[in-house]
């Protein structure tokens, strides 16, 4: 992303030291590039068009409708309804440091396309359980692939090439079913008040919640507990929540486990492994590393420093 921004840079031109604006147009989007370089603060930005705003260097504080206000970093997304007020603070920002963050405007018609599309494709049990990007605000915490996806947008979008807009339709639509994805896993995880549970999927994610550190856990079984095939399941977890099932269990063994690392420091990695749900250290090894970048004895050191 850097080399991405440093181009950007060198073809901008700077106007003002506070939501610098740079706009990149395509057939039915947009894609603004905000850059601030002084501290600020109530700074109100409104768009007449649905949009996704990504942070893509520093930090900014988030005063939105319904909201606490926020930090806002880098891997995160805000996805605003036309006409919604962002109300945004720059703590962090200076001449050599700006915040930087991105805005992409996509006509609604295209969002609603996709999203016909998504709901077709992981209705739950027919219960008009339907996603959307454009009815409330969602703050989304993103995954790998779509911090990937908005670099490969951003690229696009500041380079001149005959297949632009071509390339930009399929990683938008990629990008909305990236986010529905997100925003439906957020919403079964986190299922306060208890509406997905007579559902499938929900049934599946309350089961591996209660028994996490179960060694046993395996797609056949839940695919047994969701009354489906493996494969069918498989494909409806994975449309979902746009990961496999073993890879969602695996993550939720390795948050698991690094709760267990800050408050047991003289537990073996072994004994982490074994509480966590993993059959060997070997293999809890290989998934966090996989899953946090670091070695869990790395991360151990991190937290101790």
């Known amino acids: 992303m850097k080399s991405i921004l440093d181009q950007h840079k060198n073809n901008r031109k700077l106007t003002t030291l506070v939501e610098n604006r740079t706009t990149y147009s395509a057939d039915y989007a947009e894609l603004n590039i905000y850059e601030t370089h002084a501290f600020a603060e109530?700074?109100?930005?409104?768009?007449?068009?649905?949009?996704?705003?990504?942070?893509?260097?520093?930090?900014?504080?988030?005063?939105?409708?319904?909201?606490?206000?926020?930090?806002?970093?880098p891997g995160e997304?805000?996805?605003?309804?036309?006409n919604k007020e962002m109300v945004i603070d720059f703590p962090l920002a200076t001449k050599d440091n700006p915040t930087q963050c991105l805005a992409l405007g996509i006509d609604a018609f295209k969002i609603d396309e996709v999203v016909e599309k998504f709901n077709q494709h992981v209705a739950i049990d027919n219960e008009n359980n339907n996603w959307d990007l454009e009815k409330t605000t969602s703050h989304l915490i993103n995954n790998a692939d779509v911090s990937h996806l908005i670099e490969r947008l951003t690229y696009t979008f500041t380079n001149n090439n005959k297949s632009k807009d071509v390339l930009l339709d399929l990683m938008i639509q990629e990008l909305i079913v990236r986010l529905l994805q997100t925003k439906?896993?957020?919403?079964?995880?986190?299922?306060?008040?208890?509406?997905?549970?007579?559902?499938?999927?929900?049934?599946?994610?309350?089961?591996?919640?209660d028994n996490l550190t179960n060694k046993d856990i395996s797609v056949d079984l839940l695919a047994k507990k969701a009354y489906m095939s493996v494969s069918h399941?498989?494909?409806?977890?994975?449309?979902?929540?746009?990961?496999?099932?073993?890879?969602?269990i695996n993550s939720e063994k390795i948050k698991f486990s690094k709760k267990l690392i800050k408050e047991s420091q003289d537990f073996r990695m072994s004994e982490?492994?074994?509480?966590?749900?993993?059959?060997?250290?070997?293999?809890?090894?290989?998934?966090?590393?996989?899953?946090?970048?670091?070695?869990?004895?790395q991360f151990k050191k991190s937290i101790s420093i």
Do not use: C, W
């Open 184 to 209: 439906a896993k957020s919403l079964i995880i986190n299922d306060a008040h208890q509406i997905f549970n007579d559902t499938r999927i929900g049934t599946v994610i309350k089961y591996i919640k």
């Open 272 to 297: 982490i492994a074994f509480k966590s749900g993993f059959n060997n250290t070997s293999y809890f090894n290989r998934q966090f590393k996989k899953i946090e970048m670091m070695t869990p004895q």
């Open 233 to 248: 399941f498989h494909k409806q977890f994975k449309n979902t929540l746009g990961v496999s099932p073993i890879d969602y």
């Open 42 to 73: 109530k700074v109100s930005l409104t768009f007449n068009f649905p949009i996704i705003a990504s942070m893509l260097t520093g930090k900014k504080v988030m005063h939105l409708e319904d909201f606490e206000a926020f930090d806002f970093f």
């Open 77 to 82: 997304s805000v996805v605003m309804p036309t």
